[in-house]
């Protein structure tokens, strides 16, 4: 699957017409011979394929590649981008699923109240409003508040702060880009909950438990949300893909030094080893997050285990 | 949810998008102003007031706008800048306009001192068609690819239906810039156009890929079809007249969620200057003045395309919502 993936959107890159030599070459000041060693050196002229596996020993050494803008391999390039977007989508999704399930939950106990009205009309204005267009919504109360940093991870004095004051100043600046992605997220989350749970609360034995004086509270978030448990953590692998999308023009918007600013600059500068790189990788956060959501998954339904002999 | 009458609930929305629609086409005769004329000194001017009332407080029968002291009316069918619709029709008359030293700006300028309104106007013209359009583009790949995976079964089905997984795997936007990356960088805008339309129906055409192999894999089943088959119906006339009319309702609910996806692919990759160039004007390209920090914060009509884009959007979930509605309520 992995293997798939690399191979596709290394071909894609590949397929680039005109590369990133071709822009050297506009520069009197660099000779042809020079560019042909570089040719040679980066092994453009190489077959396709020949250059694949050449970028999957790279993989195994570690190095993903070479970037021929940075002049360097693209491992040390792509960590701590990798680091900085799960900075942003693992707060994202947890602060998502908290507020999500029990608004969720208390919207689907209370069906046609006040607050499931209220939160069933916000999440359906929410779903209609693009990530790009809730990312510069946020920059402009951004702007005309003052409250909070418009972007990057870290203030300019960030080397002259103690090891608190930095948490702090990092914290600061994630508030945005998560609000961003929060939002993102959580009407998706809000709807699914809401209906997994309508589904269970008909079933008989809520209906027995209802009867034998079990309180609501108790019966919606004990019984009800227990049952309904299982679609909902496939469906955090499902939001995922969501949110990564996201994730990459929020990102870009509030310019987060994460995967996102590093694969549009790459794409800009047909630096090919790096788009392939954080697609690729991407996709493993993806595949990951999917990987958690099974072993969650086997964690809390006994029925989907393999039989012990 | 029965006692609501399906067909009221689509007309409306559908009406609305045929306004925007008609708007987009006729942008040349609606627009005072061409897209890409500048005016440098007047950048950023806030939209021009129209008012009936002057500073004596006179009441005029015809709108108009000040030019310092003096009033201009607003002409109706003025001669201006000439401008074509399609390839057939060409002329010089818009619908509106002022006299030459006064300006009309309804929605402000931009930077460039460009009027904000008729490249909205004239940005609709490639936004809104590259959207539905490619979303048409891929529903059809995926009617072909899905069609053929769900009919002859077999090996096609499993290489068809890999292929659109890998597609899937990729978060969306990730993918849709893997597939920029495999066209050229700098290209004309017409280019630009044809090129948008290629990679979203490249980027989308594996999840209605596997709608319509579902659809298709329960199609075949049906008692029908196997008498048609029995009659002797060649494989081709089967999916055509037998298997694919099933499959139209979901196509068309399918195309219907897309078109604003692919709206929003368009506009994300001129936003980051990945798609629609300059001078053309595009809902993406306009958008992306915003990203200097002095724009964000002082001038509000630069806005204004993330409200057109919010309005046809909401059009087309309620389209996309009211033909899902009617499609679930068919019997079958």
């Known amino acids: ?309 | 949810m029965q006692s609501r009458l399906p067909d009221r609930h689509y007309t409306l929305p559908l009406a609305a998008l045929v306004v925007v629609y008609l708007a987009a086409i006729f942008a040349g005769f609606l627009a005072p102003y061409d897209p890409s004329t500048q005016s440098r000194d007047l950048a950023f001017v806030p939209p021009t007031a129209v008012r009936w009332v002057d500073r004596s407080g006179a009441i005029h029968l015809r709108p108009f706008v000040y030019d310092g002291e003096r009033p201009y009316p607003i002409r109706f069918l003025v001669r201006g800048a000439p401008y074509r619709i399609g390839r057939l029709f060409s002329s010089e008359r818009h619908l509106f306009g002022v006299d030459a030293p006064a300006v009309l700006f309804l929605l402000g300028t931009d930077g460039f001192g460009r009027d904000q309104f008729s490249r909205l106007l004239y940005g609709a013209r490639i936004s809104l068609f590259a959207g539905p359009l490619g979303a048409l583009l891929s529903v059809a790949f995926g009617i072909v690819l899905g069609g053929a995976a769900g009919f002859f079964g077999g090996w096609i089905d499993t290489i068809i239906m890999r292929a659109g997984e890998l597609f899937l795997a990729v978060p969306w936007f990730y993918l849709l810039f893997a597939v920029r990356m495999a066209l050229p960088l700098r290209i004309e805008p017409q280019e630009a156009f044809l090129m948008i339309l290629s990679i979203v129906a490249v980027v989308g055409w594996a999840r209605p890929a596997r709608l319509i192999r579902g659809m298709v894999l329960s199609g075949k089943m049906r008692d029908y079809v196997t008498a048609a088959r029995a009659l002797g119906a060649s494989n081709v006339q089967l999916l055509w007249r037998h298997v694919l009319p099933q499959v139209s309702g979901i196509a068309l609910t399918q195309a219907a969620l897309l078109a604003p996806q692919y709206i929003l692919a368009e506009a994300t990759l001129s936003f980051f200057g990945l798609g629609v160039g300059e001078p053309v004007p595009s809902w993406g390209n306009m958008l992306a003045v915003l990203q200097r920090y002095d724009v964000l914060s002082s001038y509000w009509w630069m806005f204004l395309p993330a409200g057109a884009l919010l309005g046809v959007f909401l059009l087309y979930y309620l389209l996309a919502d009211a033909l899902h509605e009617r499609v679930a309520a068919l019997p079958g």
């Not at chain 1, 409003?129 to 972007?151: C, D, K, M, S």
């Not at chain 1, 948490?167 to 508030?175: A, F, G, Q």
């Not at chain 1, 945005?176 to 008909?202: G, I, Q, W």
């Not at chain 1, 953590?233 to 939001?239: Q, R």
Request: aromatic letters at 8%; charged letters at 15%.
């Open chain 1, 1 to 309: 699957m992995l293997v798939g993936v690399s191979f596709l959107t290394f071909l894609l890159a590949a397929a680039a017409p005109g590369s990133f030599v071709d822009e050297l070459r506009l520069d009197p000041r660099i000779s042809p011979e020079t560019i042909d060693a570089m040719r040679v050196r980066y092994g453009a002229n190489d077959t396709v394929p020949g250059q694949y596996v050449r970028w999957l020993q790279s993989i195994a050494r570690g190095e993903f590649g070479f970037s021929v803008v940075y002049n360097r391999p693209v491992g040390p390039l792509l960590w701590p981008r990798v680091r900085n977007t799960l900075i942003l989508t693992v707060p994202a999704m947890l602060l998502s699923w908290l507020i999500a399930l029990p608004l969720g939950t208390w919207s689907a106990g209370r069906k046609g109240s006040w607050l499931d009205r209220v939160s069933a009309g916000a999440t359906t204005t929410l779903l209609g409003i693009p990530e790009l267009l809730l990312g510069l919504g946020l920059l402009l109360v951004a702007v005309r508040t003052g409250y909070f940093p418009t972007g990057g991870m870290t203030s300019l004095n960030f080397e002259d702060l103690g090891a608190w004051q930095k948490v702090r100043d990092v914290m600061v600046h994630l508030v945005l880009p998560v609000t961003a992605l929060t939002l993102v997220n959580l009407p998706v989350l809000v709807r699914h909950v809401r209906a997994s749970v309508v589904d269970v609360v008909r079933a008989r034995f809520i209906q027995a438990a209802r009867a034998s004086g079990v309180p609501e509270r108790r019966l919606l978030f004990r019984h009800a949300l227990r049952t309904a448990a299982n679609p909902l953590i496939s469906l955090f692998g499902l939001s995922l893909a969501g949110l990564l999308s996201a994730s990459l023009v929020i990102e870009t918007i509030m310019s987060w030094p994460g995967l996102g600013p590093l694969l549009l600059d790459a794409v800009g500068a047909r630096d090919l080893h790096v788009v392939a790189a954080a697609v690729t990788c991407s996709t493993v956060l993806l595949i990951a997050g999917n990987l958690v959501a099974d072993g969650l998954l086997y964690l809390a339904d006994p029925r989907i285990r393999p039989e012990r002999a």
